[in-house]
């Protein structure tokens, strides 16, 4: 079972996890709610940012500034935590996750990315991979990056490895 820890008032740390990196976007929406551009054309390079195998031990921090962000906002304060990656986010889709961090008041994780360069492009707009912890309707989807983010929305960061 992962951990969930309040680091600070901003800062959850999920810790114990399994990141694996070579499972297809489809695969890692299966049984979920989900948006079937994810599963049907997300490119495998942007979900898992060239990275390769599977990563046990893995903590993810995920920073929720429990106000409204933009995009560019939230990319300033992402910098301390570094940039999580789709695939990172998928490690969080296990059902006790998300209804402990539903339960602290978190209904949405996004990966925002360094820049909307490193998001996927779709129908002219930059998608960034949002993950839905809703318990009636949870799943993966793909939101705006020029959309502003509520107070229930936070970003997941780069993972950190055990050595």
Known sequence: MARIET??????VVGDLTVNYDQTPAEAIEGMNNNSLIASDYPQALWSGGKSGV??????PIYWPREPF???E???LQSEIGYGLPAELAA???EEIRKAL????V?????LGQSNEVL???????RPVCLDLDPDYHGFNLDYADYDWGSRNAFVGAPQVPK
């Open 7 to 12: 680091a600070s008032r901003n800062l959850i």
């Open 55 to 60: 990563v046990e031990g893995v903590t993810i």
């Open 70 to 72: 933009s995009i560019s």
């Open 74 to 76: 939230g990319r300033r």
């Open 92 to 94: 969080l889709r296990d």
């Open 102 to 105: 539903w339960d602290m008041g």
């Open 107 to 111: 209904w949405w994780i996004v990966t």
């Open 120 to 126: 996927w492009q779709h129908g002219g707009d930059f």
